[in-house]
């Protein structure tokens, strides 16, 4: 059974960085794809940034520059470095994975394109 397990998340002030960690277990996490969403009071669930299998990587507009995916397939462990962070960012972040082994599409940026989603961490970055 695949399971996800986010860290990391906490209070920061607008301008700082925090780094989460999403540790998978279940299977060979090196084979699959990895992504993280945001979901915010009041908006839809939001997708992030992705990494593919073979480590290709990929934002969303609105944190592009400031947020970087990255993958440990040693510690089956996958990270989103949170820089510049501003008050908008404040969500609670998942990190998803897919059925797919070794899939052959370069970027997944819907929620449907996942199977799999860890519980939340909560960031909040205050102004």
């Known amino acids: 059974q695949v399971q996800l397990v986010e860290s990391g998340g906490g209070l920061v002030q607008a301008g700082g960085s925090l780094r989460l960690s999403c540790a998978a277990s279940?299977?060979?996490?090196?084979?699959?794809?990895m992504g993280w969403f945001r979901h915010a009071p009041g908006k839809e669930r939001e997708f992030v940034a992705g990494i593919s299998w073979s480590s290709f990587t990929y934002y969303s507009d609105s944190v592009k520059g400031r947020f970087t995916i990255s993958r440990d397939n040693a510690k089956n462990t996958v990270y989103l470095q949170m820089n510049s962070l501003k008050p908008e960012d404040t969500a609670v972040y998942y990190c998803?994975?897919?059925?797919?082994?070794?899939?052959?599409?370069?970027?997944?940026?819907?929620?449907?394109?996942?199977?799999?989603w860890g519980q939340g961490t909560q960031v909040t970055v205050s102004s």
């Open positions: 998803a994975t897919d059925k797919i082994y070794r899939g052959l599409i370069t970027t997944k940026r819907r929620s449907y394109e996942y199977d799999y």
């Open positions: 279940g299977r060979t996490f090196s084979d699959y794809d």
